[in-house]
């Protein structure tokens, strides 16, 4: 483990290793974690208390996310049930689509470690879901 900034990125790692997460801190309050069985990772962000979670789902031109994209991602009944879509410039004309969440974090007891791998999870779970909603998009 690396050292940071932040007391709490420190035991957020270890809690995510532990679960057999691959973790790793390419930045100050910034971890990468990765499902080893699936390869797929997300980003999270300590903030304060708040941990910013995001997994960019796929990049494509600007004018590929259409009114009626926008529509199926904002739906109540699109499947994704915990998560939030966010929409982020790449530059040169192009944007990238990620799924988020985030969770407040109190004194880093068995509330919030739960809270953490919840968060974490239903990101897992929720990408299935938004790479098939955005599946037609051409990247």
């Known amino acids: 483990m690396t050292a940071t ?3 709490q990125l420190g035991q957020i790692h270890a809690l995510l290793a532990e679960r057999g997460y691959q973790v790793s ?3 100050a309050d910034t971890l990468k974690i990765t499902e080893v069985q699936s390869g797929v990772s997300l980003q999270a962000v300590l903030q ?3 941990l910013f979670l995001s997994l960019a789902c796929i990049t494509v031109p600007e004018a590929a996310i259409t009114p ?3 529509a ?3 739906a109540a009944n699109n499947g994704i049930s915990t998560s939030f879509f966010q929409l982020h410039d790449a530059g040169g004309g192009n944007v990238t689509v990620t799924l988020d969440n985030f969770c407040k974090l109190q004194e880093m007891g068995a509330d919030d470690e739960d809270d953490i791998l919840s968060c ?3 990101l897992l779970v929720d990408v299935m ?3 098939h909603l955005l599946a037609d998009l051409k990247g």
């Open 72 to 74: 199926l991602m904002l």
């Open 25 to 27: 801190e390419p930045a």
């Open 120 to 122: 974490v999870h239903f």
């Open 48 to 50: 304060g208390e708040i």
């Open 68 to 70: 009626e994209i926008m």
């Open 5 to 7: 900034t932040s007391p």
């Open 129 to 131: 879901a938004a790479r």
